[in-house]
């Protein structure tokens, strides 16, 4: 079995209404950006997000949310105060990882990885590291807020 095991899908295979088509994986890599800054702005350098990631996968304790974005998506942007309450209201069991597709080489592996095709993209992985489930391309804030409450209730 291939680690960590494929991840079992929550959303529905759905085009986005009306916003920005998400990038193909041949075309666009993705980056991780891994905590929401005191401003209210998601962001960091590669170099940051890359040493937010390790301390995230390396806490073994808690389970970790991924959740891929740009900062050019509308319902990207529309989900950092829900993400932030997730990640406030469930800090004793969940760390949380932004990551953003506007660094596009750098982590297009992780993007493979994980099938992440369309953003935003929220992946549950268990404090082993392995993926319990993921999203898939978004219909509204509203349908990824349901997605997002449904991996928080797993």
């Given at each position: 079995m291939p680690w960590?095991?494929?991840?079992?899908?929550?959303?529905?295979?759905?085009?986005?209404?009306?916003?920005?088509?998400?990038?193909?994986?041949?075309?666009?890599?993705?980056?991780?950006?891994?905590?929401?800054?005191?401003?209210?702005?998601?962001?960091?350098?590669?170099?940051?997000?890359?040493?937010?990631?390790?301390r995230v996968l390396a806490d073994k304790?808690?389970?970790?949310?991924?959740?891929?974005?740009?900062?050019?998506?509308?319902?990207?942007?529309?989900?950092?105060?829900?993400?932030?309450?997730?990640?406030t209201n469930e800090r004793h069991r969940l760390s949380v990882a932004r990551l953003n597709t506007d660094h596009e080489v750098q982590w297009a592996p992780e993007m493979l990885h994980y099938q992440v095709d369309t953003v935003p993209c929220f992946i549950l992985l268990a404090p082993d590291g392995s993926a319990l489930c993921r999203t898939t391309a978004p219909r509204s804030l509203d349908h990824m807020t349901r997605c997002l409450q449904q991996m928080v209730d797993l």
């Open positions: 960590p095991p494929a991840p079992r899908v929550v959303a529905l295979h759905l085009q986005h209404p009306g916003g920005r088509k998400a990038r193909q994986l041949a075309t666009v890599g993705m980056s991780l950006i891994l905590e929401a800054h005191r401003d209210g702005r998601y962001g960091g350098s590669p170099q940051h997000e890359e040493a937010q990631l390790g304790q808690r389970y970790s949310l991924l959740l891929f974005y740009s900062s050019h998506c509308k319902l990207c942007q529309a989900l950092q105060p829900v993400v932030e309450e997730v990640e």
